[in-house]
């Protein structure tokens, strides 16, 4: 049995929701001495079940909470990671565009290259045209100039013609090597255009890598957010259920006041009264000392169709016979204008343990603490009872005792131990602490 306290402080759900604050319920007044005495009704039955069903939505709701909770767990691990993917990608962009930058560096320069291999090509080229245009200009046959009349003349000639073909040669020969060298810059800047179209693409490659991550990581923090709103609305329905389920063990405790205690023929609401009226007895007690009275003054509340609630108040006054003299009573006139027992004319017992007006206006006890001594209320009639038999007696324990306190309660040995029997068969049947 749980023992609440005079409100349920709930929890705040996971969005930080202010604790609700539910009212306690009729059965938390019972003292928590005596959350183990074993009760039964079928309303009870009812509210226990209403309690298991409340309990089984709340613990599904938790473990929907608790695994909403492991999936952050798991989006921020994958987050983390391809945030570092993420990152990694971004050193690969920079790393290809520095590649891309060197390569269109090598480019220039081969380009460049070229052009200057151009150029010379070219100039060998114009040099090599000057020369033969010349010797074009000043063509002679070589033959005839050998056997001119003089001779040396021929032979400067001839040497003019050696030291042309000679010229020539040098020039042909450096065109084709400038030719070679030009083939070579187009080779290498051919060479330099591919490397540049490499490093675009691999550029072009990563770029691409890092969108794709980064839409990854857009996706894993849209799944995040997402996750967190709906663990927030979990997290209500947690307090919503929590709230049912508190508000189930309430109607448990309600439920509860009002079963019947096992062995006895009282609710719990009955034994309660008693038992807290015996602690506060001025004279050693137990509960069962009043409870047989009660049992033999009323049905502990049952009188006339009349039952307790949940507070130990008599859902119909109980009101006894007119003290009239008739019925073998004694005549005892009105002493209280009716306000009691709605007689003017003379007076009658009344509530639970039968307080004549005249008795309670000295007797009369505030057992529940509301404030007002009401004989109608258990609570307050039986501390009322517990207080005149014990100084009617002053011990409630031992049958002598006992037998005082009843005689003194009504003039009858026959009452005497039909109460006593009863008391004494309430201490044997119902297991109660005790209260001293």
Same mark, same amino acid.
């Given at each position: 049995?749980?023992?609440?306290?005079?409100?349920?402080?709930?929890?705040?759900?996971?969005?930080?929701?202010?604790?609700?604050?539910?009212?306690?319920?009729?059965?938390?007044?019972?003292?928590?001495?005596?959350?183990?005495?074993?009760?039964?009704?079928?309303?009870?039955?009812?509210?226990?079940?209403?309690?298991?069903?409340?309990?089984?939505?709340?613990?599904?709701?938790?473990?929907?909470?608790?695994?909403?909770?492991?999936?952050?767990?798991?989006?921020?691990?994958?987050?983390?990671?391809?945030?570092?993917?993420?990152?990694?990608?971004?050193?690969?962009?920079?790393?290809?565009?520095?590649?891309?930058?060197?390569?269109?560096?090598?480019?220039?320069?081969?380009?460049? &290259?070229?052009? +200057? @291999? *151009?150029?010379?090509?070219?100039?060998?080229? %114009? !040099?090599?045209?000057? $020369? #033969?245009? =010349?010797? /074009?200009?000043?063509?002679?046959?070589?033959?005839?100039?050998?056997?001119?009349?003089?001779?040396?003349?021929?032979?400067?000639?001839?040497?003019?013609?050696?030291?042309?073909?000679?010229?020539?040669?040098?020039?042909?020969?450096?065109?084709?090597?400038?030719?070679?060298?030009?083939?070579?810059?187009?080779?290498?800047?051919?060479?330099?255009?591919?490397?540049?179209?490499?490093?675009?693409?691999?550029?072009?490659?990563?770029?691409?890598?890092?969108?794709?991550?980064?839409?990854?990581?857009?996706?894993?923090?849209?799944?995040?957010?997402?996750?967190?709103?709906?663990?927030?609305?979990?997290?209500?329905?947690?307090?919503?259920?929590?709230?049912?389920?508190?508000?189930?063990?309430? &109607?448990?405790? +309600? @439920? *509860?006041?009002?079963?019947?205690?096992?062995? %006895? !023929?009282?609710?719990? $609401? #009955?034994? =309660?009264? /008693?038992?807290?009226?015996?602690?506060?007895?001025?004279?050693?007690?137990?509960?069962?000392?009043?409870?047989?009275?009660?049992?033999?003054?009323?049905?502990?509340?049952?009188?006339?169709?009349?039952?307790?609630?949940?507070?130990?108040?008599?859902?119909?006054?109980?009101?006894?016979?007119?003290?009239?003299?008739?019925?073998?009573?004694?005549?005892?006139?009105?002493?209280?204008?009716?306000?009691?027992?709605?007689?003017?004319?003379?007076?009658?017992?009344?509530?639970?343990?039968?307080?004549?007006?005249?008795?309670?206006?000295?007797?009369?006890?505030?057992?529940?603490?509301?404030?007002?001594?009401?004989?109608?209320?258990?609570?307050?009639?039986?501390?009322?009872?517990?207080?005149?038999?014990?100084?009617?007696?002053?011990?409630?324990?031992?049958?002598?005792?006992?037998?005082?306190?009843?005689? #003194?309660?009504?003039?009858?040995?026959?009452?005497?131990?039909?109460?006593?029997?009863?008391?004494?068969?309430?201490?044997?049947?119902?297991?109660?602490?005790?209260?001293?």
């Amino acid at each position: 049995m749980l023992a609440l306290g005079p409100t349920l402080a709930l929890a705040p759900d996971a969005a930080g929701a202010t604790p609700l604050e539910v009212p306690a319920g009729a059965g938390q007044r019972i003292d928590p001495a005596l959350d183990g005495v074993p009760v039964a009704s079928a309303e009870l039955r009812r509210a226990e079940g209403a309690v298991d069903r409340a309990q089984g939505r709340l613990d599904a709701a938790i473990e929907e909470l608790e695994r909403l909770g492991r999936v952050l767990e798991d989006l921020a691990a994958e987050r983390a990671g391809t945030e570092a993917e993420l990152a990694d990608a971004t050193t690969g962009v920079a790393a290809a565009e520095s590649t891309l930058a060197l390569a269109r560096q090598r480019l220039a320069g081969a380009v460049a &290259g070229e052009h +200057d @291999a *151009r150029d010379r090509l070219a100039g060998a080229r %114009a !040099d090599l045209r000057m $020369v #033969a245009v =010349d010797r /074009y200009i000043r063509s002679e046959d070589p033959a005839a100039t050998l056997f001119e009349g003089d001779a040396r003349l021929g032979l400067s000639r001839g040497r003019r013609r050696v030291l042309g073909a000679a010229v020539t040669a040098d020039k042909v020969a450096r065109v084709v090597r400038r030719e070679g060298e030009l083939a070579a810059a187009v080779r290498a800047r051919r060479a330099a255009e591919g490397r540049v179209g490499d490093a675009e693409n691999q550029l072009a490659r990563a770029q691409e890598h890092r969108r794709d991550v980064a839409a990854t990581l857009a996706d894993v923090s849209a799944r995040i957010d997402g996750t967190r709103h709906e663990q927030a609305r979990q997290a209500g329905r947690v307090n919503t259920a929590t709230v049912d389920r508190d508000h189930a063990l309430l &109607g448990v405790l +309600d @439920a *509860r006041v009002l079963s019947e205690v096992s062995g %006895a !023929d009282f609710p719990l $609401v #009955a034994l =309660d009264a /008693y038992w807290k009226a015996a602690r506060a007895a001025p004279c050693p007690g137990e509960w069962w000392a009043l409870a047989g009275v009660g049992w033999n003054e009323s049905g502990h509340g049952t009188h006339g169709g009349s039952a307790l609630d949940a507070i130990g108040r008599t859902t119909r006054p109980i009101i006894g016979i007119a003290l009239n003299g008739g019925n073998d009573t004694a005549r005892v006139g009105d002493t209280d204008g009716g306000r009691l027992d709605g007689d003017p004319g003379v007076d009658r017992a009344v509530g639970p343990m039968q307080f004549i007006p005249s008795t309670w206006a000295r007797w009369g006890s505030d057992g529940d603490g509301d404030g007002t001594a009401d004989p109608q209320n258990l609570y307050d009639a039986a501390l009322a009872a517990a207080r005149y038999l014990c100084a009617a007696s002053g011990d409630l324990l031992s049958d002598a005792g006992l037998r005082r306190a009843y005689l #003194a309660y009504n003039h009858s040995g026959l009452y005497v131990d039909i109460v006593l029997r009863r008391a004494r068969s309430y201490q044997a049947t119902v297991e109660v602490p005790p209260n001293r």
